[in-house]
């Protein structure tokens, strides 16, 4: 069975940064694909980006494009989601997943593992 747990969330102000790490346990962290989707109040479950199980792909959601940066290092079987010039709108809570699937896919139903998430508040 795959455990996903999510650190790195907290409270900043706007404008500032985090870094958000995903350590995966219980088979080989190279099979999956990995992603992180976020989850606003009164909101859908979103994609952010995805990177495949070498590191030489990415996808990200045209939100993300330019402020959020999706890596991997397969030797400490962790994912990270580096998020810079944050907003108030970036408020949420984030949430790592895995897939089997090789295609890089933003489809929440494409997922087949999940952590319990970590919030992310960005003060104006």
């Known amino acids: 069975q795959v455990q996903l747990v999510e650190s790195g969330g907290g409270l900043v102000q706007a404008g500032g940064s985090l870094r958000l790490s995903c350590l995966q346990s219980g088979r080989a962290f190279t099979t999956y694909q990995m992603a992180w989707f976020r989850q606003a109040p009164g909101k859908e479950r979103e994609f952010i980006a995805s990177i495949n199980w070498s590191g030489a792909s990415t996808y990200y959601a045209d939100s993300a494009k330019g402020r959020f940066t999706i890596a991997r290092d397969n030797a400490k079987n962790t994912a990270y989601l580096q998020m810079n010039t944050l907003k108030p709108d970036d408020t949420a809570v984030y949430y790592c997943?895995?897939?089997?699937?090789?295609?890089?896919?933003?489809?929440?139903?494409?997922?087949?593992?999940w952590g319990r998430g970590t919030q992310v508040t960005v003060s104006s």
């Open positions: 997943a895995a897939t089997g699937v090789a295609e890089s896919t933003s489809i929440r139903n494409d997922y087949d593992y």
